[in-house]
Nanobody, 124 residues
Framework: QVQLVESGGGLVQAGGSLRLSCTAS????????MGWFRQAPGNEREFVAA????????YYADSVKGRFTISRDNALNTMYLQMNSLKIEDTAVYYC?????????????????WGQGTQVTVSS
């Protein structure tokens, strides 16, 4: 079993920045590709960003490309999402997840473990 805990969410004004963190325990962190997803009220959970186990490759949803940066520090068992130029439409609960394997790191159903989520609210 892998336990994932997100932190760093909060309230920020549009145009501002936040950095989310996801810490992992229970398994070897570097063996998992990791992803960030988000879910706004009334919407389905959607892909935000993903990173391979070594950190060598990253992937982003078009809606956040150029504004968000995913990274990881395997020595600290931690993954990050740096969010800049935040928009009101970025408001959501953000979840980190560990990949179970498959063919598409953007696919929600190919992730095995999920954190509890952290709320990000962007105000005008």
């Amino acid at each position: 079993q892998v336990q994932l805990v997100e932190s760093g969410g909060g309230l920020v004004q549009a145009g501002g920045s936040l950095r989310l963190s996801c810490t992992a325990s229970g398994r070897t962190f570097s063996s998992y590709a990791m992803g960030w997803f988000r879910q706004a009220p009334g919407n389905e959970r959607e892909f935000v960003a993903a990173i391979t186990g070594s950190g060598g490759s990253t992937y982003y949803a078009d809606s956040v490309k150029g504004r968000f940066t995913i990274s990881r520090d395997n020595a600290l068992n931690t993954m990050y999402l740096q969010m800049n130029s935040l928009k009101i439409e970025d408001t959501a609960v953000y979840y980190c997840a560990a990949y179970r394997g498959g063919y598409n790191l953007k696919a929600l159903d190919e992730y095995a473990y999920w954190g509890q989520g952290t709320q990000v609210t962007v105000s005008s």
